[in-house]
C-alpha cells in the first residue's frame, strides 16, 4: 500500500474532493501515480496532473510558479506559515476565493465543509466568524454542499473551531 503524504494544515484533504483516484503521469516529478489533485493551482499554465507528494514537497509550486491558495485568503500568520498554506498545502473547494483562518498565531486545520446540523456543536464557540449573517440564516440555510456553505477550520494548537461562510 502506498504511503501519502500528510498535509498538517488540510488533515481531510484525501476524504474530501481535492484528489482523484486517477491515473496518469505527475506533470512535475513525472512519476506514473494513481491520485490527482482535482482542483486548478494559481498558476499562468494549466498543469494536465499534480500528485500529492509534489504539492507537499512544494516542487509543483516551484515548478510551475504558482501557488494553491492564494495569499491574499489566509489570514496574518508568520512567513514560513503562509509559505507552508500557499505553497505546499492543497486547497479547498469554494464558491469564491477560498479564505485559510487562522488562531493562536497558526493557520488552522480545514477540517471541511459543513452545513446547520454539523455545526450545532460548535455555535457558540464560531459566534465571532458569522457575526455579519442573521443566526437564522445560518441556522436554516447553511449546507455543506449547496449555494450556502459552511467552511469548518480547527486550531492546531488549541483545537478552537472557526468558520467561513461563503455563498454562490
Known amino acids: ?49 499534480i500528485c500529492p507528494w509534489c504539492i507537499a514537497d512544494g516542487s509543483a509550486a516551484e515548478k510551475y510558479q504558482g501557488q494553491f491558495n492564494d495569499n491574499y485568503g489566509v489570514e496574518d500568520v508568520p512567513s514560513e506559515m503562509l509559505d507552508e498554506i500557499v505553497l505546499k498545502t492543497p486547497s479547498y473547494s469554494s464558491w469564491q476565493q477560498e479564505v485559510w483562518l487562522s488562531h493562536c498565531n497558526e493557520p488552522c486545520a480545514f477540517i471541511g465543509y459543513v452545513g446547520a446540523k454539523e455545526i450545532e456543536p460548535y455555535f457558540d464557540e464560531i459566534l465571532d466568524d458569522i457575526q455579519d449573517y442573521p443566526e437564522e440564516l445560518i441556522k436554516s440555510s447553511l449546507s455543506k454542499d449547496g449555494t450556502f456553505v459552511g467552511y469548518l477550520f ?11 461562510v461563503d455563498c454562490d
Do not use: W
Request: overall charge positive.
Open 154 to 164: 480547527e486550531c492546531v494548537q488549541c483545537a478552537k473551531k472557526r468558520l467561513h
Open 1 to 49: 500500500m502506498i504511503c501519502l503524504p500528510m498535509f498538517k494544515y488540510h488533515p481531510n484533504a484525501y476524504q474530501l474532493d481535492i484528489f482523484v483516484n486517477e491515473k496518469g503521469i505527475c506533470s512535475v516529478c513525472n512519476q506514473k501515480r494513481t491520485i490527482k489533485y482535482n482542483l486548478v493551482p494559481y498558476c499562468v499554465e494549466d498543469p494536465d496532473y
